[in-house]
């Protein structure tokens, strides 16, 4: 079988793998987000934590609970690495300094997973389990809440109530993250990754000579490293590693992990509003982006250009052979048009055009299909974007989804697009400044100006996957990153909130003649078109000088 079709089989499979998940997962979490009943379990938690999960909060006070609930948990994760050489299970590492503790902590809470460490020489069982893989599992559950709460703006009328930020974060994690990634753990054990809780041991090499291995809950925590769109990987090589991700058919299931929420919640946000063809709007909004990243970054990766490349079938450099070019394509796009961050080979190998495709991808603000939730939200945001600007071209009112979208949601919409580019191009520019960067920097010219452009949009855009040539690991990268992390993360949630809030507090307005159809192809078309310009407007200029420059020169 030739290279390009078995990757676009592998394609093939998982889209219909997604596509048998979509229906009966969109509806259960729908059900999981209305239901006014509590588990024993749950009721439990909320009797530990002092939280009354049938108050009703409006927008202040929910963002007043996720941001409480994200400090302490930044500053549980920060003093648990400071503490780490005091800790049982700490394999012998040392405690984590300063600068790189809070780069972690940040990274984790912020549900974007940047790594500047090699896991498997620096942190011990503790921390890997209780509190990276904890992360893992609320970091995830807090933007599906966020989502779910955006989603109740628009369902609700009269009432500027979103629901119970606690309720919301105790059953995402309970009811959705945890039995589907206890399931998809029991699959990657099955199919050879390692869960264990083993020491440090010499193993021997097949030239002569041996090296150091350490084991762990490896396979638990990808599976929710995957699930949750985290992407922290348990050994430094991440998802290239054989302990995480031993085949082919690990690396698809992987692959259907990062994406089956995202795509799923689309399903639910037509569910709880009232209409599954709004829903399927968005969705074809994301597929169409998916899909057509896909296949740039297949034909570009499967180019020839030489012997080499005609010899191994396409640009496999930075590659695992046991997962091909098709495998890594795939793989690449599903990771940075999510925040997920995982990586099954090294982006700074791709071509110049493809290290481009995964920098847009985030770019865009992963929502083809995004993050778990911060996906859907931030698709929902773009779509009230579409539809002003359709609605100044036609001299009409804008409306989406029975609200009117007037002066105030439209500054929060704003407000939250230009957040991010502004903490990207900002603390790129500030970074090349600095006659420190150069020393992080493993390239010079337009390579060495994409890894660090890659850093600060995997950063603010909260992906974590890396471009695999810059040394971050210093207290500048470690500090500015943690910030983009943290501001990239939170600042867009607050004024997603108040958007949810003002929408809520409307009254509906019926459809007329003259209303835009947003569950129409058209639509999907406006929308599609509206995130590649903004998108190219703002970023144009920075992936002129990085990975379009060298992609035009090679």
């Known amino acids: 079988m030739s290279p390009v079709l078995s990757g676009v089989l592998q394609f093939a499979a998982l889209a219909a793998a997604l596509a048998l998940s979509y229906r009966p997962l969109g509806d259960y979490m729908a059900r999981v987000y209305s239901s006014d009943r509590h588990l024993r379990v749950e009721k439990w938690i909320y009797k530990a934590i002092g939280a009354d999960p049938s108050a009703q909060m409006r927008w202040p006070a929910y963002l007043r609970g996720v941001l409480a609930f994200s400090a302490v948990s930044v500053l549980f994760l920060y003093l648990l690495q400071r503490l780490q050489g005091h ?3 700490s394999l012998g590492f040392v405690s984590i300094p300063a600068d790189q503790a809070f780069n972690t902590a940040a990274s984790f809470v912020a549900n974007t997973n940047w790594q500047s460490y090699s896991g498997e020489q620096s942190m011990g069982h503790v921390v ?12 995830a559950s807090v933007g599906i809440a966020v989502a779910v709460a955006l989603v109740r703006g628009f369902a609700r009328s009269r009432t500027g109530e979103l629901g119970n930020f606690w309720s919301d974060l105790v059953r995402g994690t309970v009811r959705i993250l945890l039995p589907i990634s206890v399931a998809g753990a029991l699959v990657l054990v099955a199919c050879g990754a390692i869960q264990n809780f083993a020491g440090i041991h010499e193993v021997g090499q097949f030239m002569g000579g041996s090296q150091q291995w350490n084991g762990g809950a490896v396979a638990s925590q990808e599976a929710i490293k995957e699930l949750g769109t985290n992407g922290g990987g348990y050994f430094n090589a991440n998802s290239a590693h054989p302990f995480e991700n031993p085949d082919g058919f690990t690396n698809l299931f992987e692959v259907f992990l990062i994406l089956v929420i995202p795509f799923a919640l689309t399903r639910t946000f037509g569910r709880m509003v009232g209409s599954l063809r709004q829903g399927y709007a968005i969705l074809a909004t994301m597929a169409a982006i998916w899909v057509g990243f896909t296949a740039l970054m297949m034909w570009t990766e499967f180019a020839h250009h030489g ?20 495998g890594t394509s795939v793989f690449a796009v599903a990771t940075t048009l999510t925040s997920t961050g995982a990586v099954d080979g090294f982006h700074s190998s791709l071509t110049g055009f493809g290290g481009g495709i995964t920098m847009l991808g985030m770019q865009l603000g992963e929502i083809a299909p995004g993050g778990t939730g911060s996906g859907l939200y931030g698709m929902l945001v773009m779509a009230v974007i579409a539809v002003f600007l359709a609605g100044l071209m036609v001299g009409r009112t804008p409306e989406y989804l029975g609200k009117k979208i007037g002066t105030r949601e439209i500054k929060f919409a704003a407000c939250y ?10 603390f790129t520019a500030i970074a090349m400044a600095l006659p420190s960067t ?3 920097m493993t390239n010079s010219g337009a390579h060495g100006f994409s890894e660090v452009l890659y850093a600060y949009t995997s950063g603010a855009n909260n992906n974590g996957s890396a471009f695999a040539g810059l040394n971050a690991n210093t207290e500048w990268f470690n500090t500015s990153l943690g910030l983009a992390m943290l501001l990239g993360r939170f600042l867009p949630m607050v004024f997603v909130l108040a958007l949810a809030g003002s929408l809520a507090e409307q009254r509906p307005v019926p459809e007329t003649a003259g209303t835009l159809r947003t569950d129409k192809p058209l639509f999907t078309g406006l929308l599609v078109g509206t995130l590649l310009i903004v998108t190219g407007l703002t970023y144009f200029p920075a992936l002129a000088l990085g990975p379009l420059a060298e992609g035009l020169a090679a």
């Open 438 to 440: 150069r020393d992080s």
């Open 307 to 326: 012997p080499a490349f005609d010899v191994a079938g396409g640009a496999m450099e930075g590659k695992e052979t046991r997962f091909g070019v098709g």
């Open 417 to 426: 697009i230009l957040i991010t580019p502004a903490l990207v191009l900002g």
């Open 128 to 139: 890997q389990t209780g509190g990276l893989a904890v992360q893992n599992f609320v970091s």
């Open 87 to 89: 800790l049982p299970g």
